[in-house]
């Protein structure tokens, strides 16, 4: 966008010159808000950026450097303009964590990229299934995860067979395109969306109309940093709408029927915040101009000058919720939305593990693999074992998991008999369906410590040492564990029960060794909350990797032991003693 396309803006009051400052008082910097500041890059991020888009790289990918392979790529191109297409480089194997931050990108990188599949609303069709499965297969050396973003990641990507992979997901309807990158990342929504006996809205037409119009649009393809989107319309509120820039939750207007209540500005990583409500109903027939909206604030208010700081969040914080609502109203949309009710409390639980009748009477089942974690082959007789028992539909979901739709009456024992076989349970563990991990080190540029095997082995240990609980019926029904391995809070540590953040521990006598520092009692609404909340942390409170299943293992039989009849886990971490959580 250039300035002559703002110029048209009608002017608001925060686009009016600044007061002269006083003497002796150093003028403020500006904040490289568009609207405001005007369009000049402030850093060279924005540079880049403006001098050409992370959009065009593509052509480069397909003519020039799938030819030439790894070391023709473009320095700038490589570590910013890939990410458009969901493309990152990975860590190279057997740097060890507390090199993290002392290297520079190309000395941590290696020659191969992790590959992120965009798949909005989480929707998948058991072809589609096969394809990335087989790509896997193919190209990825067979990996496959499942992020908490409802996307699948695979790895050991190179950049000569990225033309064919894209030829082989678009061939069925899927795409990287803005899988990561200063846009729009993929919109989170319900996993029994459209099929859900209690569900309030279908939001899926509304996830077409966004992604149809919006995704890959240059005018919203720079942002000023990630922006996130989530839409539900079920009332276990299953799309973590308060930790996204945007997000959309059913409701039921007392006078005007469905629609959405409207939230904005959340995020965690270094610096959390929770998404804020505007107040504001939001009817079917508006909800995408809205998104288009609230998302055009962020592109010509948003804070470019700090990449620290160019969150949705921060300038949400600054200007609070109603100024927000005023200029979405008076600039964005030209309309007054109408006031709406907020959603109550979740009556169910929001991961939908287990096995449900569909509205057409036929079910759905929802499977927890092992944190996301899966392969290519396992892909491709996945799509062949639901086939074979009537399905041909899936949805991934933001905490990990699989939601298998459409099964008949008749084949729901077989079927969950199969999913056990391929390592897809639907009747888990407290501990493996509450638990969720991040890339972590093994292919984590960013990352300290290793995650999913870590929460493997834990799941396992926990299962093992807390049997007797279960035995007892003591145990809590729902447990989060959320394992990630550094500051930036992938895997959402601050909304977990017990959430681990990775970092290197000093060793007496020794080398640091990696561990994590303790975060306890956080959660976003759910059955046993009515509306989300951080996690405490406690001063010292740090584990050593080793020692994580020995830590989780106290703190759980001292939480059973000494709660209050009907408290949650939650509750009594905010509650306890340091002392009881050490």
């Not at 309030?200 to 990630?226: Q, S, V």
């Not at 839409?231 to 005007?256: K, M, R, W, Y």
């Not at 028992?389 to 899936?394: A, E, F, T, W």
Request: charged share 25%.
């Amino acid at each position: 966008m250039t300035d002559t396309a703002l110029a048209g803006a009608t002017p608001s009051p925060e686009a009016r010159p600044a007061r002269t400052p006083r003497a002796g008082r150093p003028a403020a910097k500006p904040h490289g808000q568009w609207k405001v500041d005007g369009t000049t890059p402030l850093n060279p991020n924005e540079v880049w950026k403006q001098e050409d888009g992370g959009l065009s790289v593509r052509e480069r990918i397909e003519t020039i450097y799938s030819k030439g392979g790894f070391d023709s790529i473009d320095g700038t191109d490589l570590h910013g303009r890939f990410r458009w297409w969901g493309l990152y480089t990975q860590r190279k194997p057997g740097i060890d964590g507390g090199k993290t931050a002392t290297l520079e990108p190309h000395e941590l990188e290696d020659k191969y990229f992790m590959l992120r599949v965009r798949i909005d609303g989480g929707a998948l069709t058991t072809e589609q299934l096969r394809v990335i499965g087989q790509i896997s297969v193919d190209f990825a050396r067979g990996s496959a995860d499942i992020t908490d973003r409802q996307n699948i990641q695979l790895h050991w990507i190179q950049v000569e067979d990225v033309p064919e992979i894209w030829r082989r997901l678009e061939a069925v309807d899927l795409s990287t395109t803005e899988a990561c990158g200063d846009v729009p990342r993929v919109i989170l929504g319900s996993p029994v969306a459209g099929i859900a006996k209690d569900e309030i809205i279908d939001p899926t037409p509304l996830i077409h109309e966004i992604a149809d119009k919006f995704i890959g649009d240059p005018e919203l393809a720079n942002l000023p940093r990630k922006y996130k989107t989530a839409i539900t319309g079920h009332p276990s509120q299953d799309v973590v709408h308060e930790i996204n820039d945007c997000a959309f939750v059913g409701v039921v207007h007392p006078e005007l029927g469905v629609g959405y209540d409207l939230w904005v500005g959340g995020a965690l990583s270094t610096n959390p915040m929770l998404g804020k409500r505007l107040g504001a109903f939001v009817t079917p027939e508006q909800g995408a101009e809205v998104w288009h909206g609230v998302t055009q604030i962020f592109r010509d208010y948003g804070y470019r000058r700090m990449r620290t700081k160019a969150r949705l969040k921060f300038l949400l914080a600054d200007w609070g919720p109603e100024k927000f609502r005023q200029i979405l109203e008076d600039e964005y949309l030209g309309y007054r939305l109408a006031d709406g009710p907020a959603a109550p409390k979740p009556p169910t639980p929001g991961d939908h593990i287990g096995v449900h009748e569909q509205k057409d009477g036929r079910f759905f089942i929802g499977v927890a693999p092992t944190v996301g974690r899966l392969s290519g082959e396992n892909l491709v007789r996945l799509a062949d074992v639901l086939e074979a028992h009537g399905s041909q539909r899936l949805r991934t979901t933001p905490h990990q998991k699989l939601v298998v739709l459409d099964v008949p009456g008749d084949q729901v024992e077989p079927l969950i008999a199969e999913l056990d076989a391929l390592g897809l349970s639907a009747r888990p563990s407290v501990f493996r369906r509450g638990t969720i991990a991040c890339t972590g080190i093994e292919y984590c540029k960013l990352a300290i410590v290793e995650t999913k095997v870590t929460a493997a082995t834990a799941i396992a240990e926990l299962e093992r040492r807390l049997a007797d609980l279960v035995e007892a019926g003591t145990l809590p029904d729902a447990l989060s564990l959320h394992i990630n391995g550094c500051p930036n809070s992938c895997a959402r540590i601050q909304t977990a029960d017990i959430g681990l953040k990775g970092m290197m521990l000093p060793v007496d006598g020794g080398d640091p060794a990696p561990g994590f520092q303790v975060h306890l009692g956080g959660g976003l609404a759910s059955t046993s909350r009515e509306e989300a909340g951080l996690g405490r942390t406690v001063r010292g409170l740090k584990v050593y990797v080793a020692d994580l299943p020995d830590y989780v293992e106290r703190v759980v039989r001292r939480f059973v032991a000494d709660r209050a009849e009907g408290q949650s886990f939650a509750e009594w971490a905010h509650a306890a003693d340091e002392e009881a959580l050490q």
